[in-house]
């Protein structure tokens, strides 16, 4: 009896985990901060998450509509928005949320094609935008215990030569964006993130460990500079190394290329920390190792699938 076989296109794997799967466990994994953001700056932090959450939204489906594509709910745009306003000032304009993370969506994903054929990461473009365009409301900080308007810990670190208790910026309760203050919970997403192996842990340990080793040479030195334990803790280090800088679209695919990304964002985050006029660097170091991404991957290619 003549034998009949099925003969399909790759890929012949198939996989539960897709997009959608993918962007709902970012979301879980922030889901603790998020709450914690609420608790510290009340409504305003809803607002805002309302805001960058709809403007995202909202701005994706007018520009498909626009190519006429089919608008696809894979949460890509949700998780965006949230990612968006966890990195805003708590006393942004919602006018300035809504365009922030507009310009993101559309000159950071959509003109490049669309989800996963984008190079830098569509929310920090978004910020980076705002940060051009609005740089006092995007600098102006309010304390979470009184709402008087205040210096982040790394501003006064960088302008006053004040340093903030480990304890209060490992918690939280200090000024910051509405998002990356609370260093305990987003460490518990990222790792959270990892077991469910959503993301690839090479690119946090390279990322936060090369701050930590490059801060500790310097702090032996001059300890004005600030301890490697402040500069993990302080400002947006968290938020961007679990969850900014693991985004698989704008990062290497090659085991070697994303320790070599993550150092590559450890060692521009502490340089314009250290050296320029701005006193975070987290936001600047992403974007940049975004653009050497494909760089890095013809640098370091993978090994073909059977070779040793």
């Known amino acids: 009896m003549q034998e009949r076989f099925k003969v399909r296109i790759a890929p012949h794997i198939f996989s539960r985990v897709n997009v959608s799967t993918m962007m709902r466990d970012v979301l879980i994994a922030l889901f603790p901060a998020i709450l914690f953001s609420v608790y510290l700056w009340?409504?305003?932090?809803?607002?805002?998450?309302?805001?960058?959450?709809?403007?995202?939204?909202?701005?994706?489906?007018?520009?498909?509509?626009?190519?006429?594509?089919?608008?696809?709910n894979d949460l890509s745009a949700i998780l965006t928005g949230v990612l968006f306003a966890m990195t805003m000032p708590p006393g942004i304009p919602l006018f300035y949320v809504f365009v922030g993370v507009s310009f993101g969506i559309i000159f950071g994903k959509q003109l490049f094609g669309?989800?996963?054929?984008?190079?830098?990461?569509?929310?920090?473009?978004?910020?980076?935008?705002?940060?051009?365009?609005?740089?006092?409301?995007?600098?102006?900080?309010?304390?979470?215990?009184?709402?008087?308007?205040?210096?982040?810990?790394?501003?006064?670190?960088?302008?006053?030569?004040?340093m903030w208790e480990t304890s209060k910026i490992f918690m939280g309760n200090c000024p910051g964006s509405i998002g990356e203050t609370s260093s305990l919970l987003l460490s518990l997403g990222g790792i959270f993130l990892i077991v469910r192996k959503t993301i690839d842990w090479r690119i946090p340990l390279s990322y936060i460990g090369s701050v930590f080793v490059l801060s500790g040479i310097r702090y032996l030195f001059s300890p004005a500079a600030g301890s490697?334990?402040?500069?993990?803790?302080?400002g947006g280090l968290m938020l961007g190394a679990f969850f900014m800088a693991t985004d698989p679209v704008t990062s290497p695919a090659s085991f070697k290329g994303r320790f070599i990304f993550g150092s590559g964002c450890g060692l521009f985050t502490l340089f314009i920390r250290y050296f320029s006029g701005y006193p975070e660097g987290v936001m600047f170091s992403i974007l940049l190792m975004n653009a050497f991404s494909p760089l890095i991957e013809r640098m370091s290619p993978p090994k073909p699938f059977g070779t040793k």
């Open 228 to 234: 490697p334990v402040f500069h993990i803790f302080a």
């Open 114 to 162: 669309g989800l996963g054929q984008n190079i830098f990461n569509p929310a920090l473009l978004g910020r980076v935008f705002l940060m051009a365009s609005f740089p006092v409301a995007m600098t102006s900080w309010i304390s979470p215990l009184d709402a008087v308007t205040s210096a982040s810990p790394l501003g006064a670190w960088k302008f006053s030569g004040e």
């Open 42 to 72: 009340g409504v305003r932090a809803v607002y805002v998450y309302a805001v960058a959450v709809f403007g995202a939204v909202s701005s994706e489906w007018v520009i498909l509509k626009i190519r006429k594509k089919h608008f696809v």
